[in-house]
């Protein structure tokens, strides 16, 4: 529940693929945006903006475009790309932390292996070409 932890920023997939064409995620994303836009005219819905994680255009293609997942999320919305972003964040400090959580989950030892990021890897070359969060922002009218 949104009201209960009265967050002022949301931070979810974009609503057009799911990121990488999870369809769950696609479909919290519209849930997200669809209780965000109804609570635009409620004063105590605290959040001001939407954030969906993005990617520019170039590392769409460079990282996703081989998935099976996302193949099919773009055919399935007519070859929609994922929104262009429109805020970036520089992560490149926070890339030990932001690995670390992901290592605590099994679900994620996929995705760490996808993009080498396994204990024992190499991964210079994803954390300068990754240095950067994206991000789609929706604010409240």
């Known amino acids: 529940d949104i009201k209960k932890y009265s967050p002022t920023l949301l931070f979810t ?3 057009v693929l799911g990121g990488y064409g999870h369809p769950e995620h696609q479909l919290t994303a519209v849930a997200v945006r669809e209780i965000f836009t ?3 005219q409620d004063s105590s819905f605290t959040a001001q903006a939407i954030f969906q994680i993005t990617l520019p255009e170039k590392l ?8 099976a997942s996302y193949k099919n999320a773009v055919k399935a919305t007519g070859g929609k790309a994922l929104p262009d972003p429109t805020i970036a964040f520089d992560i490149s400090d926070d890339w030990s932390a932001k690995k670390n959580a992901a290592m605590a989950y099994t679900s994620q030892a996929g ?5 080498n990021l396994l204990p024992g890897a190499d991964t210079a070359s994803h954390y300068t070409t990754f240095d950067r969060e994206y991000y789609f922002e929706i604010k409240r009218k």
Do not use: P, V, W
């Open 60 to 67: 769409e293609i460079k990282s996703l475009a081989s998935l």
């Open 13 to 15: 997939y974009d609503d």
């Open 111 to 115: 995705t760490l292996r996808k993009f």
């Open 38 to 40: 109804e609570h635009q």
